[in-house]
């Protein structure tokens, strides 16, 4: 039975990467007509990917998942606001380091501008920046504030810092936002503001333990912008 359920699971995955890999041979044999380099190398490549994906999900589930809400409702316990804001922002900000999509795009940013912009410098300044919102979130969860009232004066900053920093900084910074969602951090903040959320009395998990995500994001746009004003000055 065992075997069954995790034949089933590795179906799941399998039916999720297949179209995508269906629509771009599509494209790239029907439509392009352009022929597959290495067709055995594609293949490993494909089959690779599916059980990669298949046993990250399920190392998440198993680990990351759990282990975000258990300190989620634990870190109360320090009992000091500014102690548990600390710890956010330090788990936001390695989370961050490890998303395989940030370095893939630091990677890129720094072979554009030929080393002008050091793929670390931009993956740790967007860690930064991720941590704080990490933070910020943590404390919107721990004073029952105002999720519009945050987000209003973090956008209006951001307006203001679009019109300082260098025009590609800011096309950057919005791709860093987005590359910060990926499967690492996601699940382990996620977690653990909804688990923080859950033990707090008078506090609705539904209102206050989501949203995160998004502050976070909001978080790595303005640190790259700022690194952007920075190398400007």
Not at 48 to 71: A, E, N, W
Request: charged fraction near 10%; charge should be neutral.
């Amino acid at each position: 039975m065992r075997i069954l359920v995790i034949l089933k699971d590795l179906w799941e995955t399998t039916r999720s990467v297949l179209p995508l890999v269906i629509v771009l041979v599509f494209f790239q044999v029907i439509i392009l007509k352009k022929p597959i380099k290495n067709v055995k190398e594609f293949i490993f490549g494909i089959l690779l990917c599916i059980f990669g994906l298949h046993f990250f999900l399920k190392g998440v589930l198993m680990s990351l998942l759990p282990l975000g809400d258990s300190v989620g409702g634990s870190i109360i316990i320090l009992n000091n606001k500014w102690l548990i804001i600390a710890a956010a922002f330090a788990i936001g900000y390695f989370g961050t380091l490890v998303e395989p999509a940030l370095k893939t795009l630091a990677l890129e940013v720094e072979e554009i501008t030929i080393g002008a912009i050091p793929h670390m410098t931009l993956i740790h300044a967007v860690a930064v920046g991720f941590g704080a919102g990490m933070g910020i979130g943590i404390y919107k969860i721990l004073n029952s504030a105002s999720y519009v009232k945050i987000v209003t004066f973090l956008i209006l900053l951001i307006l203001i810092l679009t019109l300082f920093a260098p025009e590609e900084f800011v096309s950057i910074a919005m791709d860093s936002a987005s590359a910060t969602t990926g499967p690492v951090n996601i699940p382990i903040n996620m977690a653990l503001a909804i688990g923080l959320a859950k033990v707090l009395e008078n506090i609705d998990p539904l209102a206050y333990g989501f949203g995160i995500v998004g502050l976070t994001s909001i978080g790595a746009v303005i640190s790259v912008l700022t690194l952007g004003i920075l190398t400007k000055i």
